[in-house]
């Protein structure tokens, strides 16, 4: 195939639409277009405008053999994006434990895209390499870690605590006289995993992916809260003679509790066991003096994952491992290739993480951490537990039933029965002032509030208060 068909097509049509990709004037307009959406984001309607066949009429389309002008895709694209996304990046978004974006978080990732750096090694990008490096040891002093934790960038909590679960599964096979990077899992001795009731389903999925199932985990009830029993964990543990893996939680999703970490390093200590912690969005308590004795005990685990686009609020993808065995770390994720040319006194970032091709995501870390600073940090996650107590207070104060101790950002609230809680939630949906999710919590259904984002306002959460009131209002005469 010839270099010529690789090459942007120049268009006949007006002077504007002779622009190649990639040119001043169509970044220009594109930033144009982004800083008209972040203009609008704080007021419009949370929920998206447009329907799903809307979105197909205007972007659906058959293929065009020479392809289009790129000002009118980028419109197009621009167009649909004014319409048909949830503001979820707005200051009234409570559905899902998600953040915005910082402005320099923002600003760094449009640079990370510009730069077009693949990640994975010093050789590839210093730039990444060394950014990741000294951000790495930031999130550890922030989170109160031992400085010789290693550190991952991956793309989400999700594929964190699959690295942190890999780290685990090496090292307790290992113990046990097996290589299981070397030999697999056939024949290998059987792994004893412990996780709560309340475990998030992300785990049970990194522990499918690993090859240790999701059915044959050990659950171990839990409290009103959904905090792991530590007298059913000692009795459990006390009961294996196998490898064990401990996962606990720092951070209930729908309540917002913590397991008691402190019992738990000291019972998997004890007994041998590794100690993962789901930190999704728990870890960053600890860079709040109200909220840090929260996380006391997460300094003992033996690995922990959590989020950067939710409290760290950053863009997407974005998660990141922490783990106290290095190298069980890095057996567990490293490969050698003869072109990969590794170096022998820098950090390779791909060491640490399942991809090879990856961007440079530490990057609006690094930003969001500058931009923010140790009390800036600390005040955005105070700031959103205030607002979390103050959406349980007022909603408290009308009568209706508060479900969880709001100990962090998360409020569960029932309007009454189940069939009027749900139409109170669809209502206040589609109402637009703001937007929150339904859950079910110890079979009552309820409403969720999270309040993870920098954005929020005390007059965002009274007008989004006073929405929710008058819904519920509503919703109680069918």
């Known amino acids: 195939m010839s270099d010529r068909a690789h090459r942007p097509r120049q268009q006949a049509a007006g002077p504007e639409d002779r622009r190649p990709a990639g040119s001043t004037e169509l970044l220009e307009y594109t930033a144009t277009r982004s800083r008209d959406y972040l203009a609008q984001v704080s007021h419009r309607r949370v929920a998206a405008e447009w329907t799903s066949e809307e979105l ?6 058959p293929l065009s053999a020479e ?12 167009h649909a994006g004014d319409h048909a996304t949830i503001a979820s990046s707005g200051p009234r978004y409570f ?19 510009t730069w077009d750096q693949n990640g994975a090694i010093y050789a590839m990008s210093p730039l990444a390499a060394v950014v990741e490096e000294i951000t790495a040891g930031w999130l550890r002093e922030i989170a109160g870690l031992a400085a010789s934790m290693s550190v991952g960038f991956t793309t989400g909590c999700q594929m964190a605590s699959f690295t942190g679960l890999a780290a685990a599964r090496h090292r307790v096979l290992e113990r046990a006289g097996w290589d299981v990077e070397v030999e697999g899992l056939c024949g290998a001795p059987p792994i004893d995993v412990i996780v709560s009731d309340e475990a998030h389903y992300t785990i049970v999925m990194a522990l499918r992916l690993l090859g240790l199932g999701g059915r044959r985990v050990r659950r171990i009830a839990t409290d009103g809260q959904g905090r792991m029993r530590i007298d059913a964990l000692r009795a459990a543990l006390q009961s294996t003679r196998a490898p064990c893996i401990v996962c606990a939680q720092a951070g209930n999703v729908n309540t917002g509790a913590f397991d008691p970490l402190c019992e738990i390093a000291e019972a998997t200590r004890k007994s041998g066991a590794w100690l993962h912690v789901d930190g999704a969005f728990g870890l960053w308590a600890s860079a709040s003096p109200e909220y840090a004795t929260l996380t006391r005990g997460i300094e003992h685990a033996d690995s922990i994952a959590t989020d950067g686009h939710k409290w760290l609020n950053v863009p997407y993808d974005c998660g990141i491992v922490f783990c106290a065995d290095s190298q069980a770390h890095r057996a567990a994720m490293s490969l ?4 990969i040319v590794g170096s022998s006194c820098e950090r390779d970032p791909h060491e640490f993480v399942p991809e090879e091709s990856r961007r440079a995501r530490a990057t609006p870390v690094y930003a969001a951490l500058r931009s923010l600073g140790r009390a800036g940090l600390s005040r955005l996650v105070e700031d959103c537990c205030r607002h979390a107590r103050r959406f349980a207070q007022g909603l408290h104060a009308a009568g209706y039933e508060i479900l969880n101790d709001v100990v962090l950002n998360q409020v569960l609230v029932a309007f009454g ?12 949906q589609q109402e637009g002032t703001c937007w929150c999710g339904g859950t079910v919590w110890q079979g009552r259904t309820a409403m969720r509030i999270s309040v993870s984002n920098w954005r929020t306002t005390d007059e965002d959460v009274e007008r989004s208060l006073e929405a929710m009131l008058r819904v519920a209002a509503l919703s109680a005469h069918g």
């Open 56 to 61: 197909r009429g205007l972007l659906g389309r």
């Open 67 to 78: 392809g289009e002008p790129d000002p009118a895709i980028i419109e197009s694209l621009a």
């Open 95 to 113: 559905g899902f434990v998600v953040g915005g974006n910082l402005p320099a978080a923002l600003a760094a990732d449009w640079l990370v895209s």
């Open 336 to 339: 050698e290739a003869a072109y």
């Open 417 to 428: 029965d189940g069939e009027r809680t749900r139409r109170t939630i669809a209502a206040l």
